[in-house]
Each structure stands twice: as structure tokens, then as C-alpha cells.
């Protein structure tokens, strides 16, 4: 599959309904692949690009809602829009407690339904861009020296070069260098760049400890 197109994937498992929602979809310029099964989809190739997947809650063998943890679980989440003949309260908020993006009860409208897969698509491109950019980060990081990532908090912290010298028991000069180091390899153009870059590390080692 193209990794730089988006594609709406839809699963339902009832022939009339997946046919009816590919060919909306198609119809206003999106690419779509349906599938009558989870088990269809997940031995599907793998589509790199940005997505969102239209998903009926109730499918054989497993539900829309535990297939929406399972997605997450092995990594290839993606903005998800339930739809139902059997909606009721309890269920589309434990789907949008999960991360769903919409909760559709058929028979929904057409418009709701193509809303609701814009948003879903420009979600997932905004996510894939901010991925980027966090790792493009993290390599940056990846060059700094141990005594580098050992000044960078203190000096995001806005503690001065005398402070931070002290601290460690350096020089002045010495933290100076490393400091100047530290901006050029993290590409910061100011202190104030600095310390945005140094709190979108600590969110990016965060997030992968978790």
C-alpha cells in the first residue's frame, strides 16, 4: 500500500453495509479498504500512511471495542469511528473513553459519516507529524555526551553558567563549551528554544519508559 496516501479502512462484517459505506467514501475521493473481518485486516499489508478505520461494534468472535485495545496493544492504532445497529450510552462512552473519535448509530446520516472520517484522517496526519518530529528529537538528544545531558536541565532550568559550574564542580569556561554544545546539537536558536526542546524530551523518555 502507498505510505504517503491516506486510506480509510472500514471492517463490517454485514456485505450491504461495508459496500454502502466504501462506495460513500469513494465517492467524495478516498481510498478504502474493507474488510468482512478483524482477522481479514490484521493479515492485510500494512498501510504506513495516515488512516482512520470505520469499525462496526459488533463483529464475529471478537468486539469492535476489544479490537480497538488489541489494535493499540500491537502498535497500529489509529483513529477509530464506530458504527452500530445496537448503539445504547454505556457502550459509545467506553468507546470514546478508548480513544474514538466518533460513535455512529445506523442508520446514520451520510454527511455524519464523512465528518466524522475528515476529522479522523487529519487527526492521524497531525499525530504522524508530531511522531516525526519527537524522533527527529530524540536522535538529536542521542549526541549530546553524558556531562551534555547532565548541563542541559540546569540550563533549561535558567540557572547560570556560574551557578551550574559550581554545581558540577567545572569551570566556568568549561560549561560554557558545553552548553554552546549543547544548543548547536539540539539545533536550539535561543534559551527560550532550549527549554521548549528540553521539555519535549523529558514528554518523549516519558512516554517510552510508560
Known amino acids: 500500500m502507498n505510505s504517503g496516501a491516506s486510506l480509510v479502512f472500514v471492517i463490517d462484517d454485514n456485505p450491504a453495509m461495508r459496500a454502502s459505506v466504501e462506495s460513500l467514501l469513494r465517492s467524495v475521493g478516498h481510498s478504502v479498504a474493507a474488510f468482512h473481518s478483524t482477522e481479514d485486516f490484521l493479515v492485510a499489508e500494512h498501510h504506513d500512511g495516515p488512516a482512520c478505520l470505520v469499525l462496526d461494534v459488533r463483529l464475529p468472535g471478537v468486539s469492535g471495542l476489544e479490537f480497538q485495545r488489541e ?61 516525526r518530529e519527537i524522533e527527529a528529537l530524540r536522535l538529536r538528544f542521542e549526541t549530546l555526551t553524558p556531562r551534555e545531558r547532565e548541563i542541559l536541565p540546569l540550563v533549561a532550568s535558567g540557572l547560570m553558567n556560574k551557578q551550574i559550574a559550581a554545581s558540577l564542580q567545572l569551570s566556568e569556561i568549561t560549561v560554557k563549551v558545553h552548553r554552546a554544545q549543547v544548543m548547536q546539537k539540539l539545533q536550539a536558536a535561543s534559551l527560550a528554544d532550549l527549554v521548549r526542546l528540553s521539555d519535549k524530551i523529558a514528554e518523549a523518555v516519558t512516554g517510552a519508559a510508560g
Do not use: N, Y
Not at 448503539?87 to 459519516?113: H, N, W, Y
Open 71 to 131: 489494535l493499540k496493544r500491537i502498535g497500529r492504532g489509529c483513529p477509530i469511528i464506530f458504527i452500530t445497529g445496537h448503539g445504547d450510552v454505556q457502550m459509545s462512552v467506553a468507546a470514546m473513553k478508548a480513544g474514538a473519535i466518533e460513535f455512529l448509530t445506523k442508520p446514520f446520516r451520510d454527511q455524519d459519516l464523512l465528518d466524522a472520517v475528515h476529522k479522523g484522517l487529519a487527526m492521524d496526519v497531525e499525530l504522524r507529524k508530531r511522531l
